[in-house]
């Protein structure tokens, strides 16, 4: 019944998708260019999967899609440019990211996890906030990146530019953060989308188990209480109930929030995996598997650990915070995780020539949780959703953006308007130019402790 649903939507979708008079109908989201007249729609999808080179793709009418093998990606053609920081500098820079996370200051406060829990999770909050710090302030020095954020009506009000050009957010103290993942690099710019809210000490990120056992960084994620799963859904589910519970209890120590539980950015990528060759055969295989259609700029999502994620914490989160990514300078064709390396954004100096996003949020009183297939169909529908944003920003180089304004009658909001923020261009930068050195004060303080100690020490042997 679901995948019945499901390509009933695409058959609309694919309808919606036809050109009137050689003009885009309205705006509507399509795969843009004709070759002769009006195609029908089943050519429409044809020529667009051609375009794409999803090879093997299968059309409504069961005829195979013509594969157009992708242009590999030159250093001429970089879209970041040529490689701006030859070996030894990069070699530099690896080697300060390396050194924050081994003098890192997470080690000094395991002890308290023995003596005082409250304190421990206040720390580990601590040392989160200084992360988000370091990625933030890392990106405007190595790799200084125009970000462009819109959002639609159910984000109004919660979206502003400040006076001196940096971006704010109004988002709740605990919500579940869903979005598309195109590059390695997508979490580390929506952990800075927490920092713009003053709640880059509060984000846990639902990651593949593989992660946990990288050198340095995984450690870091383990103290981060980041939740790994292994896609063994009979070994993930009590280890991720465990981890979920724990996100719903409350703590009385400083960085406890105003709320009765504990603040919580809990950020999930559906699709699994960040878009690449691989994912996009998988994403295929999946839908040639469930005789649904393919998507054309994101994977096919998985609803299985979403939908447990939100049966758990139903009563405890009100929101679904909806962020769709894309990366200005990828050609059709080519797949953002080979083009923007971590070493590439942060080492060589070639980021992104923008970071686009567009928020939504649903109410998780109004998703289908009781019912899997009405979940999995609602997913599914928010994916579709995102593959037209994608096309639109391809097309016109920025995501549709709100700008109406509501005037709020209740309570004591009453005369108030809350006004959509169109269209927000800003940087990736902390709000201090020098806020980076409270990441040593830490270490800086139990440096001073140590030097008093010794220093009594001495004194008290001279003496005796």
């Known amino acids: 019944m679901a995948q019945e649903i499901l390509r009933q939507r695409h058959a609309r979708i694919v309808e919606q998708q036809k050109p009137a008079n050689g003009h885009l109908a309205n705006e509507t989201l399509t795969n843009g260019g004709l070759a002769n007249g009006k195609p029908t729609g089943e050519e429409h999808v044809k020529g667009h999967l051609a375009r794409e080179g999803l090879a093997g793709g299968k059309l409504a009418g069961g005829e195979a899609a013509q594969q157009s093998k992708p242009e590999r990606m030159t250093d001429a053609k970089h879209p970041g440019g040529r490689i701006k920081h030859g070996f030894p500098k990069q070699a530099v820079r690896m080697v300060l990211f390396g050194l924050y996370f081994l003098a890192s200051s997470q080690l000094l406060g395991t002890p308290l996890y023995l003596f005082q829990q409250d304190w421990y999770y206040a720390w580990m909050a601590f040392t989160k906030q200084h992360f988000g710090l370091l990625i933030t302030t890392m990106t405007q020095w190595w790799s200084p990146t125009l970000v462009r954020i819109s959002g639609d009506e159910t984000v109004r009000g919660q979206l502003r530019k400040t006076a001196d050009g940096r971006l704010e957010c109004d988002f709740p103290e605990r919500l579940i953060l869903i979005a598309n993942h195109q590059i390695y690099t997508d979490w580390l710019y929506l952990w800075w989308i927490a920092y713009t809210d003053r709640m880059h000490g509060h984000v846990y990120i639902i990651l593949k188990e593989s992660l946990k056992w990288i050198p340095i960084?995984?450690?870091?994620?383990?103290?981060f209480s980041f939740v790994f799963l292994s896609r063994n859904w009979t070994k993930d589910k009590p280890r991720f109930q465990h981890r979920l519970r724990k996100l719903n209890t409350s703590h009385h120590g400083p960085l406890s929030g105003s709320q009765p539980l504990d603040p919580m950015w809990l950020m999930i990528f559906p699709e699994g995996t960040n878009l690449s060759k691989n994912g996009r055969a998988s994403s295929k295989k999946w839908a040639d598997k469930n005789n649904i259609p393919d998507l054309r700029h994101v994977l096919l999502p998985r609803s299985t650990g979403l939908l447990f994620c939100l049966q758990?914490?139903?009563?405890?989160?009100?929101?679904?915070?909806?962020?769709t990514l894309s990366y200005e300078g990828i050609p059709r064709g080519l797949f953002g995780q080979d083009i923007f390396t971590l070493r590439s954004t942060y080492f060589q100096g070639r980021p992104p020539k923008s970071v686009n996003m567009h928020w939504r949020r649903f109410a998780v009183a109004s998703i289908p949780l009781d019912d899997p297939k009405e979940f999995e169909e609602w997913v599914h529908q928010r994916w579709v959703e995102k593959d037209e944003l994608?096309?639109?920003?391809?097309q016109h180089g920025r995501f549709p953006a709100d700008e109406g304004r509501d005037n709020l009658q209740n309570g004591s909001t009453s005369g108030q308007v809350k006004v959509g923020a169109g269209y927000i261009e800003t940087e990736v930068k902390p709000v201090h130019p020098l806020e980076f050195l409270q990441m040593f004060v830490p270490v800086a303080a139990v440096l001073l402790v140590i030097n008093v100690c010794y220093k009594v020490w001495h004194l008290v042997s001279r003496i005796s």
């Open 390 to 394: 994608i096309e639109h920003f391809l």
């Open 312 to 323: 758990e914490m139903r009563r405890t989160v009100d929101w679904v915070y909806d962020c």
């Open 217 to 223: 960084l995984g450690w870091g994620m383990q103290f």
